[in-house]
């Protein structure tokens, strides 16, 4: 027990002094097996990097964290989160909307593998603006009013260019019949009618001239309004 109290304090005194060490040099400098060294980094709380696919460790109360929850030492990048995985949902959740070139510019890495592992996780919100996709953030995505504002010319770029005018026709001519329709009303009758239209270039529609808290009135209901003034 002696020995190994013994080469914690040597381990911690050597991290300690060069900020950050790879776990290959630790084999080397205490001639143990890597199972071993690990075992005693554990016990130190030791972080491992998210960059140079984790083969630096630090002590956790070495780094000073800027505002993403990041630490660089000598072009080597750790992270107050769990994993880079962790990392790239934060740094959108505070960004509101952010491209994926943005997020590898503050992270120092390239993230195509976690953004597929994310998106299979369902832990990502997207839309896609021309031919790049700009990530949303919790917040933004569950508030569909803001996020239309913010990014409405994209959008509306994106969506236009599969919108067939006939379908769009008949969906107009339907709700003109039904007054007073809803946008979940509108989605029923896209499935109901199989039309081409996507469902988000009308809702972006309604929510951008506030359609939902308007209401449509027959021409009857016109000419009782303007007989009641």
Not at 3 to 26: G, T
Not at 75 to 103: M, P, Q, Y
Not at 180 to 191: E, Q, S, V, Y
Request: glycine share 4%; charged share 35%.
């Amino acid at each position: 027990m002696g020995k190994k109290n013994e080469r914690l304090d040597r381990l911690s005194d050597l991290v300690e002094a060069n900020k950050a060490v790879s776990i290959q040099d630790l084999i080397r400098i205490f001639e143990e097996c890597e199972r071993t060294i690990r075992r005693d980094l554990k016990q130190l709380d030791a972080m491992t990097s998210y960059t140079h696919r984790g083969k630096f460790i630090t002590l956790p109360y070495i780094p000073s964290f800027d505002v993403n929850g990041i630490w660089f030492y000598k072009g080597i990048g750790f992270t107050k989160h769990r994993n880079s995985l962790d990392l790239i949902v934060s740094i959108i959740n505070a960004k509101e909307s952010i491209t994926k070139e943005e997020i590898e510019e503050i992270s120092k890495i390239k993230i195509s593998k976690q953004i597929q592992i994310l998106l299979e996780q369902d832990r990502l919100h997207r839309v896609k603006l021309g031919a790049k996709y700009c990530y949303l953030s919790e917040e933004l995505a569950k508030d569909k009013k803001r996020r239309m504002q913010l990014l409405d010319i994209g959008i509306e770029e994106y969506y236009d260019k599969k919108v067939k005018l006939t379908d769009l026709i008949a969906l107009l001519k339907v709700v003109l019949i039904e007054h007073n329709i809803d946008m979940k009303g509108i989605k029923k009758l896209i499935k109901k009618y199989s039309l081409d239209v996507p469902v988000k270039k009308v809702e972006q529609i309604f929510l951008k001239y506030d359609l939902s808290s308007k209401k449509i009135l027959s021409p009857f209901e016109r000419f009782e309004s303007k007989v009641s003034k």
